[in-house]
């Protein structure tokens, strides 16, 4: 069968570093996504890995290895409004994506 | 603004009643989507339509159907609704849905319908 996985939650400080993990097991692969979703709304796109290395946008890099079946989200200069659920997300060989359940991630002051 | 609306908001709904979500998008996207979000689950694929006039299964389409007769529209149906369909309902679209063609095909996601079956 197909699997994501990444920890149900996680605590940070505010003005920290965070990495979430997200590991998978896919039939094929075409691409990982990472989404960030605010309680009771809808998920927004975060970053597109589609090949291995790290992909670096403002505070928010996302790295890839396939080799591994493994990527990372990392957001640095936490900042209140990160809190949030980070959703992982692969694209399997029919082009469909396969989510993660999330992570839940709280700031703390 | 562009984007993607869905209707409505929130839905109590008794046991056996028929229902229909509405999702509109309105930046000519070939694809759409219709997910349902659990809690401690990930999003679960209901349908999906890759083009106007054709439609196809997910990962959880029994008790749902749909119908993609333009590209801007495209309900999801309850025939007799359950409990175990009570969940929180979201629409997306992409461009292009069967390929990327160097691009990432990103989907973007409506509000969100939250719908209690009682």
């Known amino acids: 069968g197909q699997n994501i996985d990444q920890p149900t939650e996680m605590t940070a400080t505010e003005g920290a570093i965070v990495q979430i993990n997200c590991t998978y097991q896919t039939s094929g692969f075409n691409g990982l996504f990472w989404y960030q979703q605010h309680a009771g709304e809808a998920p927004t796109f975060l970053s597109y890995?589609?090949l291995d290395g790290l992909e670096e946008k403002g505070r928010f890099s996302s790295f890839l290895s396939r080799s591994k079946g493994y990527s990372y989200l990392l957001l640095k200069e936490l900042q209140m409004k990160d809190s949030a659920s980070y959703l992982c997300a692969v694209r399997d060989s029919n082009y469909q994506l396969i989510w993660g359940a999330g992570t839940k991630l709280i700031i703390k002051p | 603004i562009a984007g993607i609306t869905q209707a409505p908001t929130s839905q109590i709904l008794a046991a056996g009643r028929r229902m229909t979500l509405r999702c509109t998008q309105d930046?000519?996207?070939?694809?759409m989507y219709w997910y349902r979000q659990d809690l401690g689950l990930g999003l679960r694929l209901i349908h999906y339509s890759n083009t106007a006039g054709t439609t196809g299964k997910g990962e959880v389409p029994d008790g749902y159907s749909v119908s993609r007769a333009n590209t801007d529209d495209f309900p999801l149906t309850l025939a007799s609704a359950v409990p175990s369909q009570t969940s929180v309902y979201f629409c997306a679209s992409s461009e292009s849905g069967t390929s990327f063609e160097g691009g990432t095909d990103t989907q973007y996601f409506g509000p969100g319908t939250r719908l209690t079956v009682l």
């Open positions: 930046m000519r996207h070939n694809a």
């Open positions: 890995n589609v």
